[in-house]
């Protein structure tokens, strides 16, 4: 399906271009980097986008602040979310869901592991 817009908030270059890389494999996808939450912010709420991976580790604004500010606007209550993060752990998954994350992914990320994460989110057969 084309024209789907994906928006990466993530601190790290490194990781931001491995996302990118993944994310890529679709067809027609236009993908957006943000290098904060508070990149991320200004970028999700000035222009339309049909997912959003968000870091929850990050200066300036963390994720999980990113997260409830997001769904706290109407007009993206329905934006899918996965987050993507270094914290393992049951109780920082269970906030992020809380808040209202979609996906939770811990890193070390596979590339395919995102790309089926992403297409079920954007509700993509194959």
């Excluded at 491995?18 to 970028?43: H, N, P, S, W």
């Excluded at 049909?50 to 870091?55: E, M, N, S």
């Amino acid at each position: 399906m084309a024209g789907q817009r994906i928006l990466i908030v993530e601190d790290s270059p490194t990781m931001r271009q491995l996302l990118v890389f993944a994310l890529k494999r679709m067809k027609g996808v236009d993908i957006v980097e943000a290098q904060d939450g508070m990149d991320g912010l200004r970028k999700v709420t000035s222009d339309h986008f049909d997912l959003a991976f968000v870091d929850i580790n990050m200066p300036v604004m963390d994720g999980l602040k990113l997260i409830s500010l997001i769904r706290g606007e109407q007009n993206l209550a329905d934006m899918p979310i996965c987050v993507i993060t270094t914290e393992g752990a049951k109780e920082d998954r269970e906030r992020a869901i809380g808040l209202g994350a979609n996906e939770y992914l811990t890193k070390p990320i596979q590339a395919n592991k995102v790309l089926a994460v992403a297409k079920a989110l954007l509700k993509i057969d194959g």
